[in-house]
């Protein structure tokens, strides 16, 4: 028998400071903070799509031994698209990247799915 994921959420949660909670309709709790969030945006310019240089990821080394210093990110604010994603407005200006439920499913950060996500 296979199990089936969802993709449909049940219910959202969000927290402008500590990020998003999604119960799924399959049982399944996600949650996602800020700087998960930041990292994992879809968008084509912090992915690297059409040839562009991809966003560095917070758990990134970083380029050189004098790391300036780096604010936090911040949610300012959150919106859903259609029936099928959640569009966030950072307060570094951004507000390009579309989370499908289905980007964040895939992404969702429990042990559970990180192992199955992780090559044998």
């Not at 990020?19 to 709790?29: A, N, S, Y």
């Not at 969030?37 to 991809?54: F, I, K, N, Q, S």
């Not at 950072?90 to 429990?110: E, F, K, M, T, V």
Request: glycine share 10%; aromatic share 8%.
């Amino acid at each position: 028998m296979t199990t089936s994921i969802s993709t449909d959420p049940e219910h959202i949660a969000v927290s402008k400071s500590r990020g998003i909670e999604i119960d799924w309709k399959d049982g399944h709790h996600s949650s996602y903070g800020i700087q998960y969030l930041r990292d994992w945006c879809p968008c084509a310019g912090c992915t690297g799509a059409h040839g562009t240089e991809p966003r560095p990821k917070s758990t990134d080394k970083p380029a050189g031994p004098f790391q300036m210093y780096k604010p936090r990110e911040r949610m300012l604010g959150i919106e859903p698209v259609g029936n099928y994603a959640l569009r966030i407005k950072w307060a570094d200006g951004h507000d390009a990247g579309i989370y499908s439920y289905n980007h964040l499913r895939q992404i969702c950060p429990c042990t559970a799915c990180q192992a199955a996500r992780t090559p044998v």
